[in-house]
């Protein structure tokens, strides 16, 4: 069996973390920087262990449809959700535009302080994946800080807004 990748990213955001909290946790502010570049929608947003968010990106007529089921939420401090594509109904889907792409992402998030600034660790790592699944993964990883970059550049036009 091949070694599970986990893909990890580490930023620093100038602000205290209850705004940087603020910014991944409110559904309003979330739609902004969440899928930067395209347009973000939340059908639904339950912050709490069992809860669910279904999101949705969509670019001219396509669209890509996503469900986090939360696991764990510790205000403040830390998210874990599986991360799943899904179809049209939010039933867990393989990836259209990615058929390898793994069914399942456990996705954690945490929130330390660095001063007074925030330091936020982003980890990805495919649950019961195939190993077109974890070959998939592992080949995409290098370029999965744009898209997070991406946003986190967002995130802190939001921040020096607030």
């Known amino acids: 069996m091949t070694d599970i990748p986990e893909y990890i990213l580490d930023r620093v955001f100038d602000a205290p973390r209850e705004m940087v909290w603020k910014a991944w946790t409110d559904p309003e502010l979330l739609q902004r920087w969440y899928g930067p570049g395209i347009e973000t929608i939340i059908h639904g947003y339950d912050l709490k262990p069992g809860g669910a968010w ?3 990106m969509k670019w001219g007529d396509k669209s890509d449809r ?3 089921l939360f696991q764990e939420v510790v205000p403040e401090e830390k ?3 599986y991360h799943s594509s899904t179809d049209a109904e939010w039933n867990v889907a ?3 535009m990615m058929p390898d792409w793994p069914r399942v992402l456990l996705t954690t998030v945490t ?4 001063g007074d600034k925030t330091n936020v660790r982003l980890t990805q790592v495919p649950i019961d994946a195939t190993e077109a699944e974890i070959t998939c993964f592992a080949s995409m990883m290098s370029g999965m ?3 997070w970059g991406g946003g986190y550049k ?3 036009e939001i921040l020096a807004e607030m």
Not at 111 to 114: C, L, N
């Open 79 to 81: 998210l874990v959700w």
């Open 111 to 114: 929130f330390e302080d660095a």
């Open 94 to 96: 393989s990836n259209p």
């Open 145 to 147: 800080d744009n898209g």
């Open 154 to 156: 967002i995130i802190d």
């Open 54 to 56: 279904l999101n949705e």
């Open 66 to 68: 996503s469900k986090m």
